[in-house]
């Protein structure tokens, strides 16, 4: 799965236990997580691409130029300490996370601060009225992501689109529904469902509450097991 800070907030152990590996990132872009993939060469069966943002960034080319340093790169097979995952602020806040965090429990019982909320929704709103060509380069955007996606298609990859949940309102507006339209007249890729919004709840907008997440993690496994068995 790539995809934003958006897709970031589904259930990891859900969708693993699915066969499925969320490589979405908070500040991220499905064009970075392509690249990863392509440059690590480990090529997957399956491709889900969030949809969402997907006109509004590029590759991270700084990220993957650390990421992917020559000497860095093949060192970390063989040096653990240098992989992300053992590095000892990424250790201590596993730690945190897992041992010292709020229950499920808890974090399904969080509701959202409806200030923070109205004030998100006002940047949203006027940002999801606007055309889609109001997008500086979406256009080449759009071409550079034609090309990264034939690139795993030629490799029998197959490739699937979904979209995350947002706030009802925002799903009514004209850059989304241009969005989509945009996509499905480009790519003959198949789509997931695409999701009832007003079922979700989100703390800004477009960034699902925990138990909305929890909810929306379910239904996507569901569909994905019946798309692609």
């Known amino acids: 799965m790539l995809g934003s800070s958006l897709a970031a907030r589904l259930d990891k152990d859900l ?5 499925i590996y969320n490589l979405a990132f908070a500040g991220g872009s499905v064009q970075s997580g392509l690249e990863i993939i392509k440059r690590s060469n480990k090529i997957p069966q399956i491709l889900y691409i969030e949809t969402n943002v997907l006109f509004e960034r590029d590759a991270d080319s700084a ?16 040096l653990p300490a240098l992989q992300e995952k053992y590095q000892p602020l ?9 041992f010292g965090g709020k229950s499920d429990e808890e974090k399904r019982a969080i509701k959202r601060d409806e200030k923070i909320y109205n004030l998100s929704m006002e940047g949203f709103l ?3 009225q606007q055309p889609l060509a109001s997008l500086p380069n979406y256009q080449n955007r759009l071409d550079s992501l034609q090309k990264q996606l ?6 029998g990859v197959k490739i699937i689109f979904f979209t995350m ?11 989304f529904i241009e ?18 919004h007003s079922e979700y709840e989100t703390t800004d907008g477009i960034r699902l509450l925990y138990e909305s997440s929890e909810r929306f993690s379910k239904e996507f496994v569901k569909n994905a097991q019946q798309i692609a068995p």
């Open 15 to 19: 969708l693993e236990s699915a066969g």
């Open 150 to 155: 034939q690139y795993f298609e030629n490799k």
């Open 63 to 78: 990220m993957l130029g650390i990421l992917f340093d020559p000497l860095l790169f093949k060192a970390r097979y063989y």
């Open 165 to 175: 949940p947002i706030d009802p309102l925002l799903a009514k507006q004209p850059r």
């Open 126 to 128: 006027k940002r999801y």
């Open 90 to 98: 990424n250790v201590f806040a596993s730690f945190i996370k897992r």
């Open 179 to 196: 969005e989509n339209t945009l996509l499905k007249q480009t790519f003959s890729y198949p789509f997931l469902p695409m999701p009832k």
